[in-house]
């Protein structure tokens, strides 16, 4: 199972992608994740990621493309795995297409979370991450037990830069115009399928699983 997870910033495609990863052992491939891992090691890679991140941009096909060729080569990424941000744009979409066909392999399906304007930017706004493992949590939706303290390693919650109002804005103009025409790009290859992410977090996830469960 290759899966790829899409929506706008703040449709919970992080959240979601954490436990399917935990209930169907999937190996998460998150660009962010990995960029702000290569930050951390102060790799150079990282530090020029970072400077798109915090300004609310697109890191650069190549640099993005390259860290996840990397990543797929790894034994763990060879049967499942499942996709978060990225790709972002048709040509990285379009770069993903060629390094898993030299693989011999290709993705299973595209899930779509669909969400409205408005309900982003609360969400957005609200959301907590873990400085230690890296988790994220919700003011709101998905509290800690105890205020700012990461409930797996009791590590500190902070507010990303790129969650802050501004940045989201960005964020969303760029999905917008960048990332949405990849829906396009997948329903043309029959891949595509959409959940609404309107609904609970549990709702979300079983309408996803629901969909899992249709392509095994
Ligand atoms: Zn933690």
């Given at each position: 199972m290759k899966l790829l997870l899409m929506g706008?910033?703040?449709?919970?495609k992080g959240s979601q992608s954490e436990r399917l990863v935990k209930d169907f052992e999937l190996t998460s491939i998150s660009t962010g994740q990995m960029f702000r891992e290569s930050h951390r090691n102060e790799e150079p890679l990282g530090i020029e990621a970072m400077r798109y991140i915090e300004r609310g941009e697109l890191v650069a096909d190549d640099i993005t493309n390259e860290i996840v060729r990397k990543r797929l080569l790894?034994?763990?990424?060879?049967?499942c795995f499942i996709l978060d941000g990225?790709?972002?744009t048709v040509s990285q979409a379009k770069a993903l297409d060629d390094m898993l066909a030299k693989m011999r392999s290709k993705l299973t399906a595209v899930i779509n979370i669909t969400v409205d304007k408005k309900a982003i930017l609360e969400r957005m706004v609200g959301r907590r991450v873990c400085k230690q493992c890296g988790l994220s949590y919700h003011l709101a939706f998905k509290p800690t037990?105890?205020?700012?303290?990461?409930?797996?390693?009791?590590g500190t919650l902070y507010q990303r830069p790129d969650d802050q109002l501004e940045s989201v804005r960005n964020r969303l103009e760029i999905y917008e115009s960048k990332t949405q025409p990849l829906l396009a790009y997948y329903k043309g290859r029959g891949i595509l399928r959409e959940v609404d992410?309107?609904?609970?977090f549990d709702a979300v996830y079983q309408a996803i699983c629901a969909v899992l469960k249709e392509l095994t």
């Open positions: 706008p910033p703040g449709a919970g790894k034994e763990d990424a060879e049967r990225y790709p972002r037990r105890q205020d700012g303290i990461c409930d797996v390693c009791g992410g309107m609904q609970s």
